[in-house]
């Protein structure tokens, strides 16, 4: 018999099956806010960015990357046009690492960035149930993924971080307290963050500074959503394009099961008749599955034999297969 679950591991089980069954709101108020305004600001970001910014209207956003001219990915986007200038939400260590990135490039451009972390209280709403979650708040619900619409002082953008459907609420910082109190009335319940990185691991979800790192080049990650391969010139674009027309990855990420309870470190290899053959990029005991689910960078010849793999450490050997 396997030993039980960790306490680091241990998750608000009220929360977990809220966001996997129905709907829950997950705290994002940590996560860096950057407003880019000037004449130039369109053209400046789709030379920056990775995905297609000519073609946003007002209202509409996409996620993208951040690369440096090497293609390796400094840090991931989610990019907002709300009309007279862009807002540009990304992971909470990565907020003054974009902002000197794009700060360092402005030269003759007519663009105006704003660090507006502290000004923004964001929160996600996901799960199944999420748009009727929204709904039940007064709020919008918009329809297509990354659409935008407004709420007063507040705004709704669908996007989600954890599973197949999500939605995010920015709001003023000083409407923190009401808009919580608006949850609370509407029985909405909190998952905490282990919660929701158990369930975004579970739906094989990817977050910067976790599974994607400076280490990785975009086609690796798999997230090819952040990639319009038909735009004009942008920073790194070079290799993206040289990886695209060669077909030269060797490894990519991975949805992994693997027969625990306990969840091995990031950096533990995946083995195959004894050699290298993946590598556990994160990991989190399940649950609903009764089993560890993990994201790895496995190597594209046993992702596409579906090989079966153990997990390196010490006997008994745990096997791993690809969900």
Known sequence: MEPPVPAE???DMNGYRALREHAAWIDLAGRGKIRVSGEDRVRFLHAMTTNHVEQLAPGHGHYAFFLNSQGRILADVYLFHLGEFFLLDTEPETADKVFQHLDKYVIADDVTLSAETADWSTLGIEGPDAAAAVAALGAPVPVADYRIASWGARFVARAAATGPIGFRIFAPASERPALLADLAGAAILEADAEAARTV???HAKPRYGDEITERYLTQE??????????????LGQEIVERVRSRAQIHRRLASVHIRSTIPPTP???LKVDGKDAGEIASAAFSPALDEVVAL?????????ARSEMWVEGPEPRLSAYLA
Do not use: D
Request: aromatic letters at 10%.
């Open 221 to 234: 990650t798999g997230q090819l959503h952040a990639v319009n391969f038909n735009k004009g010139c942008y």
């Open 267 to 269: 950096g533990t290899k």
């Open 200 to 202: 975004r691991i579970e």
């Open 9 to 11: 591991h241990r998750i």
């Open 296 to 304: 790895a960078y496995v190597r594209v010849e046993h992702e596409a």
